[in-house]
């Protein structure tokens, strides 16, 4: 099973409950109904028209759900790949980073002070991986020069040591780096992408939700099935969700249940709680912070 955000796990249960109360009971509520609008219906009439509505219902909120289940494992599934390029591209950097320290030691170690600054490996390495880039391709530039011979200078000690062969190691380095950086910045393009649409269809799910969940708790009301209009009734405080929680496995109720059977029992309060479900935050922007924070809600075990 595809792994969900837990944003919407609330929403697929209250949502599965509803699609299983308007297969299953469906007929019988627009039986009832039927039987209720037309006292004496011709002997073998379907309730055609009711039937058709209930059928509607169900492919309006199958069609929601499935599109933002689609869009919420798609972004489920680009957050993991991005978090893998981010760790693929500070492997590369930290690596990067390494062989420039090794040059800079080298070059430290057999030439003066200024010709070790007009290559740029004076100071330290910079920290992220961007400013890593920056400053390898500067040196590799001062490296390619014609007249480096010259501009070095003398050694600080015999036989003279010829810094560009490492240069183009640092330059092969750094070019698996930008490789890796760039797979990275596509990735966190395409995830503010399904961030975007996955929000229009959570928003597009929660308004077909409470259409479809309204009109089915009406007609079982009219049909005299108030235990099923109560499970089904749309939440007010949390969008999206039946207002009483369908338990793990339940399936719609069974049977008539009116209000002269239940007696005088008042119908289940609304849940005044607002589900505790995860923010749905920005896209990250960790070009040159290091972080990597997901976008989107969490996903669920």
């Known amino acids: 099973m595809a792994t969900l955000s837990i944003e919407i796990t609330g929403k697929i249960r209250s949502a599965l409950f509803v699609l299983s109360a ?46 933002m289940v689609e869009l919420d494992t798609q972004l489920v599934d680009e957050n993991q790949l991005r978090a893998a390029l981010f760790a693929g591209r500070e492997g590369k950097a930290a690596f990067l980073s390494q062989r420039l320290t090794g040059l800079r030691r080298i070059v430290t170690g057999c030439y003066a002070a200024p010709d070790v600054e007009r290559l740029g490996l004076d100071g330290r390495n910079a920290r992220e991986s961007i400013g890593l880039l920056r400053q390898s ?113 339940e399936v719609a109720p069974e049977g008539s249940s009116n209000s002269a059977e239940r007696g005088d029992s008042d119908p289940p309060a609304e849940d005044a709680a607002v589900s505790a479900t995860a923010p749905e935050p920005d896209a990250e922007s960790d070009s040159e912070t290091g972080g990597e924070p997901a976008a989107g809600s969490a996903p669920a075990a």
């Open 22 to 67: 308007l297969l299953e009971q469906g007929p019988t509520v627009a039986g009832l109904v039927t039987e209720m609008l037309r006292p004496s219906p011709r002997r073998g009439e379907e309730p055609a028209e009711f039937l058709a509505q209930i059928q509607a219902l169900g492919q309006l909120l199958k069609a929601a759900l499935d599109r």
């Open 137 to 249: 391709e500067l040196i590799s530039e001062r490296l390619r020069l014609d007249d480096l011979d010259e501009l070095l200078g003398k050694t600080l000690f015999e036989p003279r040591l010829d810094p560009r062969p490492f240069g183009q190691q640092i330059e092969s380095t750094s070019a698996e780096l930008q490789e890796a950086f760039e797979a990275h910045q596509r990735s966190r393009r395409r995830v503010d992408e399904l961030l975007a649409r996955k929000k229009k269809a959570v928003k597009d799910y929660d308004t077909a939700f409470v259409r479809v969940a309204r009109q089915f708790e009406d007609l079982c009301r009219l049909a005299g099935l108030d235990d099923l209009a109560d499970k089904v009734r749309p939440s007010l405080t949390r969008q999206g969700q039946t207002a009483v929680e369908p338990e793990d496995g």
